[in-house]
């Protein structure tokens, strides 16, 4: 097996790479084959030798080799050239006495003749053998050595092509193109004019040099900058920046080898050289030519017909020019205010030189882009007028254009050449014609800059054409004539005449980019330009946007500027820039350039006749072939050209022009042919793919037609190449013609002329695809010939988008009748029957009518898909099925033969759709017909019924592809309707229906806004229908907003979903009459998430269900007089407004609670601010009824200072209530209409207080008792307002002498609280809410398992709403969540471990508002902070602050029990377990001091330790206010105490002497006696500890601190005393108060009175109730401790 895959190999090898050598071009000729053991990929050749390079990297040489040191210099067989390492070559290339090639390592080594530093080796005239040649780029930081692509040798020159795409030079001349007088130069040398560039390809002839260079959008300039030169464009002078200074230089070197005469100074200066800029004069001053604007296939129609000028005038203008002049003094050409003064001081500008130079940059353009051709010597406009707008042409006259968006490279179009550019009239109507993607942008991506052309021609070229495809039209080659006898007939003055018109109007050439276009020069020594903006593509796509720069010797006009002048450095041939060059070759003293049109322009010498014409030529001019011959491969030896083109046939076929070559023949006296001949030998040749000529000698490498593989590629090729050509002669002859005629406008319409722009654009960007398509394979047949690199097969998406891209829009203009509107215009310009077109179409018949003659034209590209897959399926055959290969074939043969069969239906479905309307008489229904809607069937008259019609009736419907449309009317023959109905496809179900009534031929149809039931005539009828309308519906579903398919399997769905997403514009009365609803639907209802947006402006955003809105939801009203929305943000019931919601009100006003029937309902808070009343500011938070506040509810005015806590009804307030001020003043009573009214209390600040009756706010009228501070009182009658004059009737009363203070005050003081409401009637609707949520209609009235669900329901929407929304939960937040949703164990008794788990259950319920008992809480906090904070931060308020808390214990502990049924009830016992004995989850203070272990179940204990710290802050607030005056007594003492050392404040304090500590233990260091001056160190450890009981929140923890402190004094004195030693009152009491006082904690009092109102009641009595009423003692004595001897 492997000797047989050996043989095949080998067998293979010898069919493919052949290659044949011949000279001359008679019949006799006889090519030789040139035998080599490996097949040839690359050849080059010389004066007299040649280089091969086969496949597996080897080079041979052949010829006179005579700086070979051998005896076989002349060697008549390929002789094997050594390189050192043995490494593979990819490239050759042979000058006339060297040769070079390029490793695969990118190292460039060369040999032969080194006289003139050809070969880069220095001390050496010969170099035998290769020897690597050293190239390294020195202005990288290290220098780094230049990675090599490609090479090109001429006779005393090399050029190389590096991986950056620049040109590096060795050897002599000025063919160089390098800034030096110093000959040779041997080591290489980068090209820095083309530094920037993107160079493709370079060639060598004998002393000139070439680049093909790609080309860039250009920046329009209308006249050359006073910075640059006039000659080459370079800066005159350029900036290096230093540290601290900065040098301005103006050693400028102009390039091109031609100076300028001192009568030409001043204007160099002052505008651009007439040789290289726009010609700027016009016949009038109203003529003016706009010459910036980018267009393709879609201006406005005056703007194409002011566009077209006479030659006349063009030629005209071109003699107009100044004569040439030169100059002398390169300094002179500077402007005067920026040449520098010289001092001896310093070498740099003045400051006033470098002002100038930097206001002069300033004013300078910031780009050059729109800038048209200035009339009257008009100037370039400043940089301040750009920045105004970049797209403006001029400030004064010319129109504004707006920027568009920049090309993509699926936008790219070769349309440059094709659409005329708009005058300055009708240029802004030109760019406002231009929609959608078709509108082509003014900027193109730097990123895509190989997929960008120039796309600016000016109005001579809408006449002559602009490109290179019109080919075979006569007319563009008498214009090239023309234009070629002007340039040459001024060859014999100065550069500065002879030139060719700038078109395009350029200040710079498009090739370099945007970067050097700044305004401000470049750094010296630094390269300021980079590749990197070329498009990854590129190898795949080759750029068909190029420019020919040529330097070096021109005597026989083979750079082709139109002189014999030498060039120093690269220039760009103008006349080439729009001809789509891809590949430039060299002879000796002539130049050919290869178009991807297939034609050949060449220049220079031709005394033997190889230029391919009769005359020479110094411009580009066009080979001329037989008509149908397409070029496609190039070749120029020493006085001949080889060209390579296509037939008849398949097979390539050879011409030859040039030199004729005969054995014995005097060289004198040689014959010629001076027009390309084609060669007699060349079908004998097999399949060529490369041709080579140097010297006298041509080479052909040739293939085998092995399996059909060959054949197969080059009929691919060869379709490609012929295509392009039909398709551009069809953009240049066709499409443009008519764009440019304005009578098209007015035939097509306005939608028509949209569509048929459309079209062109379409089509152009297809045509520029073929094109690139058309070179990647001469390219492919030329290397590797890896299937899997085919271009259709591995881009094979961007090929089947653009052909997708250009059938719809062909489609929608078929529809719309645009081909045969577009008869007429044609017509005009092409005659009657349209014989152009017949040729383009190559049509045999004649009796074509001329709107299929257009279709047919337009379709012609679509019909290339066949050939694609017939070809690729073709290549099948010649690999094994199990191969990659093959697999890739056939998948790219499927679907390109997909697309083939789905272009070909939208085809048939758009010629249906148009038959149907120019059949349809009816213009009821014209109003229907749309670009892109397909009619998909049509019921005749009985086909299809609408039930219970009348009997004269008539119903017709019409699917089409997106809508169902239900006609009406009288007279069906006529298909007059009188009215109809259109329901979208997306919002339409449709439904077989059998009954009774019905019978079985009823289809029932759901539409968003009615129903209705059709009969079919028949069974089949019925099925006909119901499967047409499914599909239909079906494929609207799965094409996406642009129209993209997104569900391409829902073709194969029997019938469309029920539930799908659509948009939808109700119209029917109603409250959604003209409402757009968007979002999900089911059988006609909007359900799901959606979005309506009401006529009004009223836009809802959330979930509906059955139609309504249901769910959670966005609602935004507008408020017209306010000019604001109102916004609900919440839940929604059947339409309304439902659940808990917040709701913002366009007067500033937030409410922010619960909801019912569209009116707030439940608990609630309404905050309102200054914008909705600028005069007061409050908030309420409580009960709501019917929208109106009602029960109990907190209102805290902001303006007034006053707080109002009680019972409200209707908006008012009515009950029990309680009001507190700013003031201090205090207030509990009823309340009726707003108003204080009946018996109440009122307390203020200084303990005044009064207990009676009052008519109005603060107004005291009736019996009442007034009590003073120090116990004085009045009984009687008072009438007046509090604070201000009160009248008295009644008795005064004064204490007894025998009470004391105390007793007066217990006496006399009012109980506060007893007209407030009580706690357990505050926040009922809160905890309503909580019970609502867990399913209960009542308090604790529900099933167990339901709340249970109902949580897990809660929890996991709440988590999914909260995982859409934008604020994302964190993992902890998402743990805790799935923790929750696990539901506990909740059945049966309650054990330690279990009640454990409870409490850790309700710990994280109660962290996450989320959750039922979470939500709660978090309402509860925000209620009782709303309640006690601020001005509810009154003494007064502090026992209704403590029961209130314990109500909320108690109401959740009832939520808890009812979640766990097991847990016992308040004071109930759950017995330890002896798996838990040793557990210590729960907290000892819980610990029953029964001898049986286990735990007492309260809700302080479950509870108070999640509650109690989130409402710690105001609740201790309270206890301080309240205990003030204490407290400041308290701490008065413990100042004076405290000064005192330990032994001093012991003996004080009245401690035993035998609990003195002798030593102590500071710091962990050792123990130190305790002298009478120390302080802070007795019980140290204990004082610590007490201290922590700040640090506390619940009573539990702080007994917990002060039993520790108990602890650490017991322990330090058992140290002492002995461990057996026992604490009596008389010796603990004394101690605790030594501590007490060195804690020095402050308001211990509230501290004392917090854990005495909410200690549980089981440690009151135990061990801990003994520690805490020590402590409590101790506040107390040192109240009443006498510490005025300290």
Known sequence: MEEQRSSEKEKTSRERGLLYRWQGYSCTVNPEKVLLPRPVCHAALGISHGVLLTEDGLVYSFGDLYWRHSSRSQALSPVLEGFVGGQRVLRVSAGSFHCAAITDDGVVHAWGENANGQCGVSDLSLVPSPTPVSIVDDETVPPERVWILDVACGAQHTLALSGKHEVWAWGTGCQLGLVTNV????????????????????????????????????????????????????????????????????????????????????????????????????????????????????????????????????????????????????????????????????????????????????????????????????????????????????????????????????????????????????????????????????????????????????????????????????????????????????????????????????GRRRSLPGLLSKGFPKKVGASTLTTSGVSKTENLFPSLYTEVWSWGRGQDGQLGHGDSLPRLQPLCIKSLSNKEIVKVVAGSNHTLALTAQCQVYSWGSNKLGQLGHMDSSTVPHLVKVSEGIRVWDVAAGQTHTLLLADGDCIQPILYYSGKQVQEGQDSHASTCTQTPTLLPFCMNLGYVSSVFAGGLNCLALADQNAMGFISTLHELASAERKLYCTLSRVKSQILRPLLSRESVSSCLGQTSMQLFQTVAGCFSRLCHLTGQHAISLNSFLQNSRDVKTLTILKKADIFLDTYKEYSVPLGNFLVMGGFQALVKPAQECFGKKLELAQKLLELKEKDASPSDLLLKLLYMPLQHLCDYGRVLLKMTACFDVSSVEYRRLQDGCLQYEVLAHLVSKQRKDAEATHSFWKNFSGKSLESLRKPSRRLVCESGNKDLTLQNSGRFSVNTFILFNDTLVHAQGTIPSKKFFSSHFIYPLATLWIEPVSDENVGLLGLKLTTPEESFIVLASSPLEKGKWLRAINQAVDHVLGLGQNGQVISPSGSQRAEPPVSRTATYTFTKEGRLKEATYNGRWLSGKPHGKGTLKWADGRVYCGTFKHGLEDGFGDYMMPNKTLNKFDRYKGHWKEGKMHGFGTYWYATGEVYEGSFQDHQRHGHGMMSSGRLASPSSSSVFVGHWLNDKKAGYGIYDDIT?????????????????????????????????NNRMTGVGLLLCEDDTAFEGEFSEDWLLNGKGVMRMPNGDSFEGIFVGEWGSELKVVGTFLKPSLYETETEVKQSKTPQVGRYAVPAEQKWRAVFEECWSRLGCEFPGQGENDRAWENIAVILTSSRRKQTDSPQMLSRSQCKLLESLEVIPQHRGSVSAQAYDIIRRYLIKACDTPLHPLGWLLETLVTVYRMTYVGVGSNRRLLQQAVEEIQSYLRRIFQLVRFLFPGLPEEGGFIPESSEGAGSDSLSDSSQSDSTQQGWIVSSSSLLLPILLPRLYHPLFTLYSLEREREEELYWDCIVRLNRQPDLSLLTFLGVPQKFWPVSVSILGKEKEQVLP??????????????????????????????????????????????????????????????????????????????????MEPALQHGELGLMFTTLKACYYQIQHENTTCF
Not at 196 to 224: M, T
Not at 356 to 371: A, C, G, V
Not at 448 to 454: A, F, I
Not at 459 to 479: I, V
Request: glycine content about 6%; hydrophobic content about 30%; charged content about 25%.
């Open 183 to 506: 000959f040779p130069v041997q080591r290489a040398q980068k090209v820095e004019h083309l530094s920037g560039r993107y160079v493709l390809q370079i060639a060598c002839g004998g002393f000139h040099s070439l680049a093909l260079v790609r080309s860039l959008p250009p920046l329009k300039s209308s006249r050359q900058s006073s910075e640059t030169c006039g000659q080459c464009r370079q800066p005159l002078y350029t900036v290096i920046d230093k540290d601290d200074h900065v040098i301005i230089s103006n050693n400028h070197y102009c390039p091109l080898g031609v100076e300028l005469t001192d009568e030409k100074q001043g204007q160099r200066s002052n505008q651009g050289s007439p040789a290289l800029m726009a010609k700027t004069e016009l016949s009038g001053p109203d003529q003016q030519v706009f010459t910036g604007l980018f267009e393709d296939f879609c201006p406005g129609q005056k703007a194409l017909d002011g566009s077209c000028r006479d030659d006349a005038a063009k030629k005209e203008t071109f003699h107009q020019e100044p004569a040439p002049v030169s100059v002398t003094d390169s300094s002179a050409a500077l402007p005067k205010n920026l040449k520098r003064t010289k001092t001896k001081s310093s070498p740099y500008p003045d400051e006033q030189a470098l002002k100038d130079y930097l206001r002069r940059m300033s004013d300078q353009s910031l780009s050059e882009n729109f800038e048209a051709v200035p009339t009257e010597g008009s100037r370039p406009p400043s940089r301040q007028t750009s920045l105004k707008d970049r797209c403006r042409v001029d400030q004064h006259d010319k129109p504004m254009f707006p920027a568009l968006a920049p090309l993509t490279i699926r936008d790219v179009t070769n349309l440059s050449d094709v659409a005329p550019v708009a005058t300055q009239s009708s240029a802004s109507s030109a760019l406002s014609s231009q929609t959608g993607r078709d509108a082509l942008p003014l900027g193109v991506s730097a990123c895509d800059d190989s997929e960008v052309k120039d796309r600016a021609v000016s109005c001579q070229d809408s006449l002559t054409g602009g490109g290179g495809e019109e080919a075979c039209d006569e007319s563009q080659a008498k214009n090239q004539d023309s234009e070629r006898k002007c340039l040459e007939a001024n060859k014999s003055a100065s550069l500065s005449d002879v030139r060719i018109e700038d078109t395009d109007g350029l």
């Open 1573 to 1654: 001056s120390t302080k802070d160190a007795c019980f140290a450890t204990a004082v610590e500890t007490l201290q922590q009981i700040s640090t506390a929140f619940i009573p539990a923890d702080k007994l917990q601190v002060i039993q520790l402190t108990f602890e650490d004094v017991t322990q330090e004195v058992q140290t002492m005393l002995g461990q057996d030693f026992l604490w009596s009152m008389d010796d603990l009491f004394p101690v605790f108060l030594y501590v007490v006082v060195r804690a020095q904690i402050r308001n211990l009092g509230s501290e004392v009175s917090l854990i005495d109102d909410l």
């Open 1200 to 1232: 007034k200072g006053e707080k109002y806590m009680g019972m409200w009804l209707e908006d008012q307030r009515q009950g029990s209530g309680v009001v507190v001020t700013q003031f201090g003043l205090y207030y509990e009573g009823a309340f009726s």
